[in-house]
């Protein structure tokens, strides 16, 4: 009997943590028309989550994305348009919330980083390329040295033939 107490608790456990997800909330939105609801999607889904950084405020569950979501409609409520949501968002939080900012001084880096990093990798390629054909030139030998080398390399040549006829 114990058994089967105990089996029950633990079957409707697990039913209860996993239907969990059910009992999550949804946010639903009221609209004034549907063209309302069009602007807020398209809104929601181009600003970016400032705490997230990489989602969307549509797609964030952050309460900060929710705070913003929540802004964007009371704004559009307001009959402010699409630009001026985007300009006041862009005021509060910066160009980062911007998927596509624009060209000003302080998203400068933003636009000419990567043409700057290419421009430096090539730079560094051609330096290294120039540093290895002048280390890659043969040294030209002065005839003393040159002399030298023969008699070390012609001695060599007479220990190793004489190692060898040792050997056999």
């Known amino acids: 009997m114990i058994k089967r107490l105990s089996a029950l608790f633990v079957a409707l456990g697990l039913m209860l943590a996993l239907s969990a997800p059910a009992f999550a909330a949804i946010d639903v939105y009221q609209f004034n028309n549907p063209k309302e ?73 933003l636009w000419l980083g990567p043409l700057g990093a290419v421009i430096i990798g090539f730079i560094v390629l051609v330096i290294r390329s120039r540093r290895t054909s002048a280390v890659d030139k043969p040294e030209v030998l002065d005839t003393d040295e040159a002399q030298r080398l023969k008699v070390l390399l012609d001695e060599m040549e007479k220990n190793n033939s004489t190692d060898d006829s040792k050997v056999k």
Do not use: H, W
């Not at 807020?40 to 181009?46: A, I």
């Not at 950084?53 to 913003?68: H, P, R, V, Y």
């Open 37 to 109: 609801q069009e602007i807020f999607q398209e809104l929601t889904s181009t600003l970016r989550c400032p705490q997230c950084q990489n989602n969307t405020i549509a797609d964030s569950d952050a309460k900060l994305a929710g705070d913003m979501r929540l802004k964007v409609l009371q704004m559009l409520n307001e009959g402010k348009s699409k630009q001026e949501i985007i300009n006041y968002m862009v005021e509060r939080y910066g160009y980062f919330i911007d998927y596509n900012p624009p060209v000003t001084s302080s998203t400068l880096i």
